[in-house]
Each structure stands twice: as structure tokens, then as C-alpha cells.
């Protein structure tokens, strides 16, 4: 929970417009150290900060670039190995191996392909247009 209200309780219920560019530093480095949060929870902590100072209450404050930052988590995502695919596959029928074949060869993610019509494949170009994918964009693909 990193709302507004958490920011200001930890500032002794101070306003926003009583605080600066100095507690915003202090919060994102609490956010990091004591709390032990994601850098993306940081970073969305940060944004609403700046959001909050610009936009509502129309003050600029200086770059923040003093707080402790959270660090970016490195993992490696787990795989299956084409033999591992493969096993997989073998055990699918119908409409099950046409949805993983999608999302395995066609790069597919899975509201996409159980989305996806008829029209949206291009049988002589071997494509498929996937419509409204992540970011409510277009896109084609190869038709595995």
C-alpha cells in the first residue's frame, strides 16, 4: 500500500503542499529500505508523487534523484525445451492443440488466441493479424 495517505502518514500528516521535493526522497527511500518493495511499486509511487505536485497542485519540484532505489528483480524465466514442447503437444487433441500451437508458434498470448476468428488469417501469406493484443494494438504474426 503505497497511496497518497501512506506518504503523508509517514510525514506526520503533514499536506503535500508542506512537503517537497526532500520527503518525496525520504518516502521512495523508506518505500525501498524498510518496506523492501518492487522498483515498479517505486516507480509507481514516484510517478503519483510527480503527478500529484504538477497536475493537482500545479507546483514544480526538482528532479528526484537522491532516494535509494528499489532493485530490479533479475530473474530468468522458466522454459520447456523443445523436447519438453514437444511432450507436451503429443498429449493435446481438437481445439487444445490449435490454441497451443498458436501460442507456441505464433507467439500468441492467450486472450489473443482464443480471440482470434477465421478472417484474421492469411492462409496464402501464412500470417495472422491479431487484433486489439496487449496495449490495445494490432499486430501480425506468422501462422505456425
Not at 534523484?65 to 528483480?73: C, I, L, N, Q, T
Not at 523436447?83 to 500468441?108: C, K, P, S
Request: glycine share 8%; charged share 25%.
Amino acid at each position: 500500500m503505497c497511496g497518497s495517505h501512506v506518504a503523508i502518514v509517514h510525514h506526520g500528516k503533514r499536506h503535500p503542499r508542506d512537503m517537497g521535493a526532500r520527503e518525496i526522497q525520504a518516502f521512495l527511500t523508506w518505500l525501498a529500505v524498510e518496506r523492501n518493495v518492487a522498483a515498479s511499486t517505486q516507480n509507481q509511487a514516484l510517478s503519483g508523487r510527480l503527478f500529484l505536485y504538477r497536475d493537482v497542485l500545479e507546483i514544480e519540484l526538482p528532479r528526484i534523484e537522491e532516494a535509494v532505489r528499489a532493485r530490479w528483480s533479475r530473474r530468468v524465466p522458466t522454459v520447456l525445451t523443445r523436447d519438453e514442447v514437444r511432450m507436451v503437444m503429443a498429449q493435446l487433441t481438437g481445439v487444445h492443440a490449435l490454441v497451443a500451437g498458436l501460442l507456441y508458434g505464433g507467439g500468441l498470448r492467450l486472450l489473443e488466441a482464443l480471440r482470434l476468428r477465421v478472417k484474421h488469417i492469411d492462409f496464402d501469406r501464412r500470417a495472422v493479424v491479431v487484433r486489439q493484443g496487449k496495449g490495445d494494438k494490432d499486430r501480425t504474426t506468422m501462422l505456425p
